[in-house]
């Protein structure tokens, strides 16, 4: 967490700099931001990190603006949300917390937007409104000078920004054009922070085969000399690696798993359908409190160290539970591979991945 007394500290020191770095950028590109436009915010919410991924989907003065949102979670969270443009003159509540579903906001409600009545008196050092429908009190230091690196459109671009706290609370607030957006936010177990702003989620020069088309965006199985490798070690483990849960199109597979999800929205993933795998059994067993018919004892989970019978009473998880309701980046698929095994695979493979996680650890990507 950023220390924000620190920063207003060091306001006379970087002053001459950032004016200087702030002007450059207004020379290079002017920010904008409207429909179409796509905004990441990199968020940790009680110990977990992903992103939260807005698009834009109507900016209109005489009407609406809405948006399209979701999260690149195991278990993504996903929604829609909508006020009257007019909420940028009236808002008086900033809503921030991410709950699943639709939202139609009313007029004294906003997000990801701060209203005019939020941020008139930020020069004047102190701003009152509500946070989540809690009153705040947030002191601002005079940062018209104080610019935050964004990146724009591939490009690192310098915006301007205020920065201001009420007890315990944190949060940036950058310029764009006329409107202020949410650019930073901290508060118990919830933090955001703006990464990346596009207004090349809805252009017609891009379209969504032409934006997998990178490493990143395409399945990771491993390759030939690392997979032999695997098969000497971990036979039945690597089994994974060419696994079909469909049998050849035999079974549909009956929801988009999110390791699909991750790949059609250009995300990170484990960098094998082995870590795949490996990184699924923690998912489940870091949930064992759902689960805790099948997983029982204290055990606690560290980075490289799982014993193969806890892992088998993960296994008892994807043997009785439905997939839909299970964690996970291919819960579908790691239940059908489980259950295609015999008993005595299951227990090899337990062998397998207790030996994989001593050597390699849980890698997410």
Not at 27 to 43: C, H, I
Not at 170 to 192: A, K, M, N, P, T
Not at 331 to 339: D, G, L, V
């Amino acid at each position: 967490m950023e220390n924000y007394s620190t920063r207003f500290l060091s306001i006379v020191t970087i002053f001459f700099t950032a004016s200087s770095a702030f002007a450059q950028a207004a020379r290079d590109e002017t920010p904008t931001v409207g429909q179409g436009t796509v905004l990441t915010y990199s968020v940790k919410e009680n110990r977990k990190s992903f992103n939260y991924i807005v698009t834009i989907t109507a900016f209109n003065k005489q009407a609406d603006i809405a948006f399209d949102w979701k999260t690149d979670e195991p278990v993504p969270r996903k929604g829609h949300s909508s006020m009257k443009y007019s909420n940028l003159s009236s808002a008086t509540s900033l809503l921030v917390n991410l709950k699943s579903g639709n939202e139609t906001m009313g007029k004294d409600e906003s997000r990801i937007f701060l209203s005019y009545p939020m941020t008139e008196h930020i020069r004047d050092h102190l701003s009152e409104f509500k946070v989540e429908g809690v009153a705040k009190s947030i002191l601002f230091v005079d940062l018209n000078y104080e610019t935050k690196k964004i990146s724009y459109n591939d490009k690192q671009v310098d915006f301007r920004t205020h920065s201001g706290e009420d007890t315990h609370l944190y949060i940036d607030i950058s310029d764009v054009g006329e409107l202020s957006l949410l650019s930073h936010y901290y508060f118990q177990d919830l933090e955001l922070t703006l990464v990346d702003i596009s207004n090349k989620g809805l252009s017609a020069d891009v379209s969504p085969s032409t934006e997998k088309n990178n490493e990143k965006g395409q399945p990771k199985k491993m390759g030939s000399i690392d997979l032999i490798f695997a098969k000497i070690l971990f036979p039945t483990l690597a089994l994974i690696e060419d696994y079909d849960p469909t049998e050849g199109g035999k079974f549909k597979q009956p929801f988009l798993e999110t390791y699909d999800y991750r790949l059609e929205s250009n995300g990170d993933v484990p960098p094998s359908y082995i870590d795949v795998f490996i990184v699924d059994l923690r998912y489940i067993y870091q949930h064992k409190a759902v689960f805790k018919k099948y997983i029982t004892g204290d055990f606690v989970l560290d980075d490289k160290h799982m014993p193969d019978d806890e892992v088998l009473k993960v296994f008892d998880v994807y043997l009785n539970i439905s997939a839909s309701e299970l964690y996970g980046f291919k819960p579908w698929t790691n239940q059908r591979f489980i259950k295609s095994l015999t008993e005595e695979q299951r227990r090899t493979l337990a062998k397998d991945a207790a030996l994989y996680i001593n050597m390699y650890g849980f890698k997410e990507k």
